[in-house]
């Protein structure tokens, strides 16, 4: 444990240090963000773009997360055990590219149709059945959707079938 504390300590006095636009926090053993990390950061928090917290084991994302790094434009928290995101998640008025691959959602986090800049949501390897093809309709960037491994239902499938504006990757029984 102590040597993924270290770890994550490194990664951040680097960011820190080099004045970096990046964090990656990636395969760190990380249940949560670590609450110390704000603080680390907090003069540097405008500057990062990207955040990679793949193949941790977080069970959630604090409000916190979202609204001290609204500068954000990429974010990466594939291969955790996420089931939702918190509402704060929409102040990501920079977003452009969400991965959220391979978590435990069992519904579409609809936060995510309220952010105008967003581009790319990535929700493959999920157990989502429902999409609110509406409102993401309705996202003015989006340009890009990954709902493959998820047990789309029927409906949903259909609804994907019609001409949309934004490219759908899904797993479709023809």
């Known amino acids: 444990m102590a040597e993924a504390v270290a770890n994550v300590a490194r990664r951040i006095n680097a960011t820190v240090e080099e004045g970096k636009d990046t964090l990656d926090l990636s395969n ?3 249940i949560s963000f670590p ?7 907090r003069n540097v928090s405008q500057n990062i773009r990207l955040i990679t917290l793949a193949d941790n084991e977080m069970k959630a994302v ?4 979202f ?19 918190p509402d704060s998640v929409e102040e990501m008025q920079h ?8 978590n435990n959602f ?6 995510l149709t309220e952010i105008a800049t ?14 609110p093809v509406e409102k993401l309709s309705a996202m003015p960037a989006l340009k890009w959707l990954n709902m493959k491994s998820n047990p789309l239902a029927t409906d949903t499938q259909c609804a994907l079938k ?3 504006k934004f490219d759908v990757l899904s797993t479709m029984e023809s």
């Open 28 to 30: 760190c053993k990380l």
């Open 35 to 41: 609450e110390g990390v704000f603080k680390v950061l």
């Open 62 to 65: 604090s409000s916190k997360f």
């Open 67 to 85: 609204s001290t790094f609204t500068q954000l434009r990429e974010l990466d928290l594939q291969g955790n055990v996420l089931t939702k995101l």
């Open 95 to 102: 977003l452009i590219s969400i991965n959220l691959a391979n």
């Open 106 to 111: 069992s519904s579409f986090p609809v936060k």
């Open 118 to 131: 967003l581009e790319r949501i990535d929700l493959e390897g999920n157990s989502i059945t429902e999409i």
């Open 162 to 164: 019609s001409p949309l």
